[in-house]
């Protein structure tokens, strides 16, 4: 029975690509002009490559979201890469890939030819929440609930200038963990004199045997009738919130 549950998660792990690609500032939907979508749904699995970045090979942004200090920015994430946009069951990302979502920004002078190698800093995670005791725990369910989609706030500290917005799953199913990232073009507006941080690259933000990377979820903990850890550390940085 165990083998037979591990060829299922294969299986459904084989069918549950996805990558992140419209962005919506406030409540206007941008679509995917200000995306660099990756030119495949497939995972970055080698923490050490430069692909951590932005993804392997994405395509150009035809343009640069405007987007003031204090206002929200939504990331959508679906499975085919070609725009679709579906919202039910496994809106975002399926085949029990559990993880966190966890969204960056770094500050760059052009965010039209920056390559991802300045500095990063965390804006907004969403890791395990243990007050919730099914699988919908999870930060991909979440957004797996929300039609493929996670908000959050520009800090409104935030100093204006243009940014990359970069996007991230990381899928905890199996090992190495599987990570899906797509980077966004944004320019802040009437922003403030906030000093963001901490500050890491990429890569170099995560090694493999970070408890938030190496964790195993696949054992049942006390108290819950499905393999689920009893805490999860989201790996990375604190989020810097202004």
Known sequence: MKYLHHILLAASAANAHSLFQQLWVGAEDKGTSCARVPRSNSPVTNLNGA???CNAGPAKASATCPIDAGESLIVEMHPQPNGERKCGKDSAIGGNHYGPVIVYMSKVANA????GSSDWFKV???GLDPSITTTDAWGTEKMNKNCGKMSFIIPKSTP???Y???AEVIALHTQPAQLYM????IKVTNGGNGTPGPLVKFPGAYKSSDPGIAINIH????GYSYDRPASYVVPGPKVWSG
């Open 182 to 185: 797509t980077c966004y073009q």
């Open 124 to 126: 907004a995670e969403d």
């Open 164 to 166: 990359l917005v970069r």
């Open 219 to 222: 054992k049942q903990a006390a």
């Open 160 to 162: 204006s200038g243009e």
């Open 112 to 115: 039209a030819t920056a390559d």
């Open 51 to 53: 692909d951590m970045r």
